[in-house]
Structure formats: C-alpha cells, structure tokens
C-alpha cells in the first residue's frame, strides 16, 4: 500500500504569495497568531501511518508541540529522497536511514546525524536502559571500527525484530506429534519432511526467491555451529569459505532439498506467497519475521501456530537474526535538535511503545512494553537476547561474495551444485574482490 505526498496549494498561500504585507496578517481574522512550527518526522512505514499520526496528536496535547509525519513510500523512494535531501542539507528534524552501516556511517561522517550517547546515559542512563540491548546496538560504533566513525549510539529504535520458524500445531497433531514440542534437534526437523509430503502437505516455505532470506538461515547456523569470531575471521579473508565448516553450513541446504521437507519451487517463491501458503493452513513450517504476526492474523485469524528458534545441530546455542527494526535519527543539523531528542524519547516510552504494539503488532523497543505481549509476539521477545546480525560485526562481507553465497545455495537447493563447488565459487569471488581491493589501495598511495 504506496501513500505519496500531497501538496496542498491553499487560499492562503495564494494569498501570501500576491501580496507580501498579508504574510504578517495570515488568513482569517486580522492579527491572528501563527501556530508553532511542527518538527518533521519523515518515514516509510504505511502500516503505522495512522498510528504515528495518532501518537503526533497526543504529543502536541501532552507537550503543546507539533510534530508532523511524512511518509514517503515504498521504501526504495524513499532512501532515494534522504539521499537526495542530505546532499542539499535539506533533511527533516528526524528520519530515518536505510541500508546497510557503511550507508549509516557516510551519513555520520558529513553532519547529518547527531551522536545521542549523551542523551543517553542522562539520569544514570534510564533511556538507554529502557530499550533492548541488540537493538540499540545495530545503530551504534564501538572502538575501533573499520568506518572511524566515532564510539556510541547513533539511532532510536522504535521497534524489534528477529527472524524464527514459525509452526502450524493443528497440522504438527496431525502428523502424529507433539504440538507443544515441535522439532528441537535438525535431525528430527527433516524427519517431518517425509510424512508431510504423505499427507499432501508442505514442510517448509519461506520467501527464498528473496535471497536475504537464505541469507538469515545460513547466517543463523554458521554463528551456531562455528561461532562468530570464525564467521568475522572468513569476512576479514583469514578463513577460506572451503573451510570444512563453511561446507558444513552449505550441506544442510543439500539435506533439506534431500529430505521432502521444502515446496516445491521454494526458490522461486516470494515470501508473500509464502505467507499466504503458511496462513491458509497448507504448510507445517515457515521462516519468516515477526512482522508475520500481524500479517498471518489479516490473512486467517482463526490460524493456531507456535514459534521456535532453528532446531538445534550443536551443543551451542541457538541464534536468530535480529535487532532493531526500524529506527529514528535526529539531523544534527537541525536547530531544534534538542526538541527531537525530547521527542523520541517520549515516542520510546512504555506508553506510546504499547500503543505502538497494540495498533502494528510489531515487537516494542522498550523493554517494559514488551512485558506483557500476545502469546506469539511474546515467543520472539523472549529470544532477542539471542539475535546476531553480521551488521554488528567488527567486519562486514562483501556484497558480491554475499550475492555468490546465496546464488550458491540455491543452486545446491535445486541440484545444479554440490556444497563444495558452491565453496569453491565463493571464495573465488572472495579473493577476486580482495585483488581489487589492493590495486586501489596501491593507487590511492601512489596519488
């Protein structure tokens, strides 16, 4: 659902523009007092329109200041917009960033975004105690970082996010198991592969025509299986993606397709249409975000479902992608900076936080809101303890050899490749990109 912004060419504008002496009357009534200026908020989130519009009118009865939102969507258009609007200093008083940190940190490094790590630990830290750890984190420096960007917290979070396995109980009862113990070990994950496919059901989907995606799944069990330090270590170049391990990870995509478990086409299934497939009751298993709840709920809410991490390969435990999810910046060029800041921390706060959950069904960044959640919203609150995202690594990948990777299993999912020549082409790429890298590097030095 795309919403554009409207300009609204009033009688009073018109007004104001053919005659400069009425911009000091206004329309209506001589000597009528203007209204204070509303801080801008831009975003684009059409599902919490109507909320954030809600929360603007309860800010300014609360606060006496306006603030106005404005969404500009999809979200393509709209990093194209900020993009736009930093190269001509004409960013709102708060918005927000998307891509990956190296896009954060260009934008840190030329002024538009202010350091809020002082607002932070204001009054022994209550801010920044009162959101979720991880999810400050994916907008946070440490030192050093490979950006030399500054140490601290650059954004607010205003939500969280991490990626499960959802699971049907009504069809788990149906294939003869426990419905409160789905699958805890791989092993007995792909065993449901085989009587699902007897009884006319799909074992698993998820949007994996949507390579991030694969990416989440494979990201997951490499951290579980090899630990974070080795995982960074292959990013840095120190570890080859030939490593037995890195073979290991890519194999379990070579099981899944062996064991019946996925539909059919799951690599070219969107995950709309997986969301659809999962909802209407045709599928055992999905890996999908928490915004599924909300999403599962409009398509069927009569649907009973749990939610679990990925089963278990290790005696190591168990990650899930995640972290914040959708986070606010205050333009440091702003002159109402400090206005902004008093503004989100309002919007962070546990009442505004739980009218956020009631109206989207997204999981609050504050820790006290996300107390008392619905059963399923609850199920991945309790797990965000245990999110990674490879955004938080000291060291970030290549595009292009995450491109190879995820390409690669998905060649291993519909049997053109074996895990080791996917290995193989991976690192390929990886020591092409590392070439590159130091013939610039060589001719940067010489200029």
Request: charged content about 20%; hydrophobic content about 45%.
């Given at each position: ?50 909320a954030f519009n809600e929360l ?8 006496g200041t306006p603030v106005r ?89 205003i939500d969280v996010m991490n ?285």
């Open positions: 659902m795309t919403s554009r912004h409207r300009i609204r060419v009033t009688v009073c504008s018109i007004l104001a523009l053919a005659s400069l002496p009425l911009l000091t009357i206004g329309c209506g009534k001589s000597g009528q007092a203007k209204g204070p200026t509303p801080l801008r908020v831009w975003h684009w989130m059409t599902d919490r329109e109507d603007a009118k309860r800010y300014q009865q609360q606060t939102f404005e969404l500009y969507a999809p979200s393509d258009v709209y990093a194209q917009k900020v993009h736009a609007a930093a190269q001509t200093n004409g960013l709102p008083d708060v918005y927000g960033i998307l891509g990956e940190m190296r896009d954060l940190a260009s934008f840190i490094k030329a002024g538009h975004v202010l350091p809020l790590e002082e607002a932070m630990n204001q009054d022994s830290g209550a801010w920044r105690n009162a959101l979720f750890t991880k999810a400050l984190a994916v907008n946070a420096f440490s030192k050093p970082n490979i950006y030399d960007v500054a140490p601290g917290v650059y954004g607010v979070p990626i499960q396995v959802y699971y049907n109980t009504k069809l788990l009862a149906k294939l003869g198991l426990d419905p409160n113990a789905p699958p805890a070990t791989w092993k007995a994950f792909l065993a449901v592969g085989k009587p699902a496919k007897e009884q006319g059901l799909l074992g698993f989907v998820s949007g994996w025509a949507e390579a991030w995606l694969i990416d989440c799944f494979a990201t997951d069990y490499a951290i579980h299986t090899m630990g974070e330090k080795k995982v960074a270590a292959t990013y840095r170049g120190d570890v080859s993606y030939t490593d037995p391990d890195w073979i290991n990870v890519l194999t379990l995509f070579a099981q899944l397709r062996d064991s019946g478990l996925l539909a059919e086409g799951i690599v070219t299934m969107g995950n709309k249409r997986a969301e659809q497939l999962f909802a209407n009751g045709q599928a055992v298993f999905a890996f999908n975000g928490t915004w599924g709840v909300n999403v599962y709920h409009s398509m069927n809410p009569d649907l009973e479902y749990g939610v679990m991490l990925l089963p278990k390969l290790v005696n190591r435990p168990m990650v899930t992608w995640g972290g914040a999810g959708s986070s606010f910046f205050v333009n440091a060029k702003s002159p109402r900076a400090s206005e902004a800041i008093a503004f989100l921390k309002w919007l962070t706060a546990e009442p505004q936080q739980q009218y956020l959950t009631d109206a989207t069904q997204n999981i609050p960044s504050n820790r006290a809101a996300a107390a008392a959640l619905p059963p399923a919203l609850a199920a991945f609150a309790d797990d965000m303890d245990a999110t990674v995202h490879p955004r938080l690594f000291s060291v970030q990948e290549d595009s292009s050899v995450i491109e190879a990777f995820d390409k690669g299993i998905q060649s291993i999912l519909i049997g053109e490749l074996t895990p080791e020549q996917v290995a193989k082409q991976v690192e390929d790429v990886k020591k092409l990109q590392h070439q590159r890298r130091a013939q610039l590097d060589h001719a940067h030095a010489l200029q």
